[in-house]
């Protein structure tokens, strides 16, 4: 999709809250302020009406959501192919351990450091990569995945990262003597951050920056003719990209409680992208319903049948690449076609 069509499908999109709505075209971007407002205060409001095991859950579909948003930039908006986020969800997962357990760091604190490591980490892969292909990409970034949980198990590491028991966290209480459990406090504290991330990459998105991010990804050629350093800009995509996931496995991280290399397989990365294909690849808002898919259908289909899980699980994916083989994202693009025509 180019540049040009993006703009065209944002509208496309505002056009559906019109037609749906009756409002004017004056009035598309207060509704959908209001919109994205009453969304956010019914977020608000669930931990305090769900039970805790369930908020533990929404709050994991959040953490995969930020990671799943760092993938989306790298690949739905800079044409980058990852199957490596895994390594980096858990370099910030550790770096947050790390920090806590060894220096006494706070968790909040743990999330910028886990988040630059993170950024770092990807950044310096980024520069080797450049000079790959998009499919031998793929295949550094998926030995990367294979390497880092036999990495983190390293006998030399083994008095920071714990080996193969791994580093057990203590979850933490709400500040200000607020009267929250630990699971809603950390709830809306991933609330926070993974709304305030939202709104950081929609910027990015739709800055100078972004424009020549999907300038690359359409014609790189084009790209370069036009003066857009593709080394500077494939290479900080990598790292921003690695960035979000490296929050998103230190929140990990903080949530569980408990951090350990087999946790962090190839497996974690392969969910990464599924949920970014199901959620709609260049659409944003689609990270949190890919969240919701890695964590939910896979106990959808170890319910229907223990034995033959892998199977349902499969059988539930294809049925959604059937309905929507271009994502949610796709499914609201047509539906959004279909109210433009009705309203010529």
């Known amino acids: 999709m180019s540049v ?4 065209k499908y944002d509208a496309k999109l505002d056009g559906i809250l019109d037609a749906a709505t009756g409002a004017g075209t004056g009035k598309s971007r207060s509704l959908g302020s209001v919109v994205t407002l009453c969304l956010l ?20 579909v959040m953490v995969y ?9 790298l690949t739905g908006f800079n044409g980058q192919f990852s199957l490596g986020h895994s390594a980096f969800f858990a370099i910030g997962a550790y770096t947050a351990a790390i920090l806590m357990e060894s220096f006494g760091v706070s968790y909040v604190w743990t999330l910028p450091a886990a988040g630059l490591t993170a950024f770092v980490a990807g950044f310096l892969f980024g520069l080797p990569a450049l000079r790959l292909e998009p499919i031998y990409l793929a295949l550094a970034t998926f030995a990367l995945a294979v390497a880092m949980p036999q990495f983190l198990k390293l006998t030399p590491f083994e008095h920071w990262t714990g080996g193969v028991q791994g580093i057990v966290i203590l979850k933490p209480d709400a500040p200000f003597g607020l009267p929250l459990s630990q699971d809603q406090w950390l709830y809306l504290f991933t609330l926070g951050v993974g709304f305030g991330l939202y709104l950081a990459a929609r910027n990015i998105i739709a800055s100078r920056t972004g424009r020549a991010i999907q300038a690359i990804r359409d014609n790189p050629i084009a790209a370069r003719a036009m003066g857009i350093n593709l080394s500077l800009y494939k290479t900080l995509t990598f790292g921003v990209s690695a960035f979000y996931t490296g929050v ?3 929140l990990s991280a903080i949530v569980v409680q408990f951090v350990a ?11 990464f992208l599924v949920g970014m294909v199901i959620g709609g690849v260049g659409w944003l808002p689609g990270s949190l319903i890919g969240g919701a898919f890695i964590l939910f259908v896979p106990n959808i289909a170890e319910g229907v049948s223990k034995g033959l899980s892998g199977a349902v699980y499969g059988i539930i994916l294809l049925l959604i690449i059937y309905i929507a083989p271009s994502g949610v994202g796709g ?3 047509k539906t959004a076609d279909y109210f433009a025509r009705r309203r010529k």
Do not use: R
């Open 261 to 271: 290399p087999d946790s962090y397989t190839l497996v974690l990365a392969v969910a």
């Open 4 to 7: 040009n069509e993006d703009i």
């Open 41 to 60: 205060a019914v977020a608000v409001v669930l931990p305090f009406v769900a039970q805790g095991f369930v908020v533990f859950q929404l709050t994991m």
């Open 331 to 333: 499914l609201l693009h």
């Open 248 to 250: 998103a496995g230190a």
């Open 65 to 73: 959501g930020i990671a799943i948003m760092g993938l989306n930039i």
